[in-house]
C-alpha cells in the first residue's frame, strides 16, 4: 500500500511519518482493497491550543474513498482519532 503525507506550511518529522506509516499499515490490515492513503497535516491556528488537523483518505478499486478528518493538540492524537473514526467505517462496510 503506497501512503501519501502532505504537511502544509511547516515540514513533518522522520518521526511524524513513521508513526503515520504504522497506524495507516494498520488499516491496510482491516481491509485488503485498500490500495492506498492520502494524509494531510495542516496547522489550522498557530496561536491556539487544539491547532493541529489531520485527515485520511483510503482509496481502494472496488468501493467509495473512505475519508476521516480530526482536529487536536498534537499530530499523533489527530492521525489516532483518524484511524479509530476510519476502522468504523471499515467495519460498517464489512457488515453490508
Not at 494524509?39 to 485520511?56: G, H
Not at 492524537?77 to 467495519?91: G, N, S, Y
Amino acid at each position: 500500500m503506497e501512503t501519501k503525507i502532505k504537511a502544509i506550511h511547516f515540514d513533518a518529522t522522520e518521526k511524524l511519518e513513521q508513526f503515520i506509516n504504522k497506524k495507516v499499515e494498520k488499516l491496510a490490515k482491516h481491509n485488503e482493497e485498500i490500495s492506498g492513503a492520502e494524509v494531510n497535516l495542516r496547522v489550522v491556528k498557530p496561536e491556539s491550543a487544539m491547532n493541529k488537523e489531520a485527515s485520511i483518505r483510503l482509496s481502494a478499486p472496488q468501493r467509495d474513498d473512505l475519508y476521516a478528518s480530526k482536529v487536536a493538540d498534537t499530530f499523533e492524537e489527530a492521525i489516532d482519532q483518524c484511524v479509530d473514526a476510519l476502522k468504523r467505517q471499515l467495519e460498517k462496510g464489512k457488515d453490508r
